[in-house]
């Protein structure tokens, strides 16, 4: 017999004048999770300003039958300077959810004490003690690559992502040759 619904799990948006939207009702926490960061990643082009992802208990009596799981907040990315890096809770995580940027910041799963940043598209990673050094540490990362000469040489940031795009793609593709040369033999 299958165990009866308790919970059920609300992302919701909200635009800068309060506006909530519901992105739907779910049954289980990580679609509710898949959705909004579905919606996290086209909301370049939106308005939006807040997310967060609301629990509710089903057959409760009184005024504390949600609480909110997580919440978002939008500001400029520190790398790429797009509008679209998300910080999650209070500091506990940010993500860029710019296709060509995804620059992030989380507190170590191992050591808590210790938080790691680092922009995918450069294949920069770093360590830092806190969050706010992480934050810094992602725009010492555009300082760095601007100060290297490379927004002199190229014609635009598209350009300069997309060659750091394909230089991921050539590391990656030759870690997976190397392994798949390693199975063959």
Partial sequence: MEEPLKQVFVPVVATPGGERTQLGV????QD????MR???SR????NVVSGSIVAWEIDYVGEEGSFELAAFDRKNCPVCDELTFWI???EEKARCYYPRCG??????????SRWDCGWPAANWNKRAEDYQHAFKGLVAMR??????GMMERMPSREAWLDEKDRERRTIQQKKFDSVAEDITE
Avoid: K
């Fill in 26 to 29: 779910f049954s289980t926490e």
């Fill in 32 to 35: 509710a999770w898949d959705v």
């Fill in 38 to 40: 579905a919606f996290l």
């Fill in 43 to 46: 909301a370049g082009s939106t």
């Fill in 88 to 90: 999650e809770g209070d």
């Fill in 103 to 112: 620059a992030w910041i989380e507190q170590n799963a191992y050591d808590p």
């Fill in 143 to 148: 300082a760095q690559s601007a100060s290297a």
